[in-house]
């Protein structure tokens, strides 16, 4: 384990926000990630698991604390099986799992950051849950121990697990499966899931973090909700007919005129409303002050509480 002092968090981030780490370990392997963990608990440091760096603004002050970034890119495949660790990214194994003619994760393509995250928030588009694919979990404890979790054991809910809940569980690697798929078809589904992406949402080179609010279940629009703003009503109907739960928080946004809208270096993507990009220079105060207005605007306007899917570490 090789520690380090005073390290910037910018860089390992989407947003490229983010002051430094009073302490950092850059884990390469499962020992190296449950030897920061015990040194953290030996010397009752704080600390935090950096993946990717989607998903995450990190405070203009940084850390005080011990950040063990994921460098864990180890996987195989078997038959119709997948074990990879938690630091590998997505699109890698999503590419992987197509050529091999798998059919269960061509939907997250595109999808930025690491496998582990993925788990922890599970993480869904396009239809497809990370729950319907993740049969087991390798995870270790603030001790360093490793406990493995089935499915059942995972507490998989919307944006959410066991490991979002009792963050003192840290995925270390995970088993996926698969079912035969034809090959032309996973490239098709594949491919449109990127191209869609790439269409209609702004890339995480541009520095954004990605979806900054989660989604509106439909079930939760408050009463009369399309008789009060008819102008909704043929989204929410067009949702229902193709049997989606979920109305995208981007709608809201971008009918309240935010596409565009800037404070300091932070702008409301013109791509998709519910992405903030940093566009120069911009602090993590920026970016909050941003989310605070549009979450007043949207609770005003359409009384719907907003849920922030971006984690902020301060």
């Not at 928080?249 to 993507?269: E, P």
């Not at 013109?270 to 989310?291: G, P, R, S, W």
């Amino acid at each position: 384990m090789h520690l380090q002092q005073n390290v910037q968090l910018a860089p390992y981030t989407t947003y490229g926000i983010g002051g430094p780490a009073k302490y950092f370990v850059e884990a390469k392997n499962e020992n190296e990630i449950r030897e920061a963990l015990i040194w953290a608990q030996k010397n009752n440091v704080p600390y935090f698991i950096l993946g990717g760096g989607s998903n995450l603004l990190i405070s203009d002050e940084g850390y005080d604390g011990l950040v063990i970034h994921l460098a864990t890119k180890n996987y195989i495949f078997k038959k119709n099986k997948l074990i990879a660790d938690a630091g590998c990214d997505v699109q890698t194994l999503v590419a992987e799992s197509v050529k091999l003619e798998l059919d269960g994760f061509q939907w997250a393509a595109g999808l930025p950051g690491q496998l582990g995250g993925a788990i922890r928030g599970n993480a869904n588009c396009f239809g497809g849950h990370t729950e319907d694919i993740v049969s087991k979990v390798w995870a270790a404890t603030p001790a360093g121990k490793i406990k493995i979790f089935n499915k059942r054991q995972c507490k998989f809910g919307h944006k959410t697990s066991i490991f979002k809940q009792k963050p003192q569980y840290i995925i270390l690697s995970a088993q996926i499966m698969f079912k035969p798929g034809n090959k032309k078809e996973l490239e098709e589904r594949m491919n449109y899931c990127l191209n869609w992406r790439k269409t209609n949402q702004p890339h995480k080179k541009e520095g954004t973090c990605g979806s900054v609010f989660t989604r509106v279940r439909l079930s939760d629009l408050p009463k009369d909700f399309c008789n009060k703003y008819p102008e909704t009503r043929g989204a929410v109907k067009g949702l229902q007919r193709q049997k989606f739960s979920e109305l995208g928080t981007g709608y809201l946004i971008d009918s309240l005129g935010f596409k565009g809208r800037r404070i300091g270096g932070a702008q409301v993507s013109y791509k998709h409303a519910n992405f903030i990009v940093n566009t120069a220079n911009a602090t993590a105060e920026h970016i909050l002050i941003m989310n605070s207005i549009i979450k007043s605007r949207v609770l005003d306007e359409y009384g719907i509480i907003l849920e922030e899917e971006v984690y902020y570490l301060s």
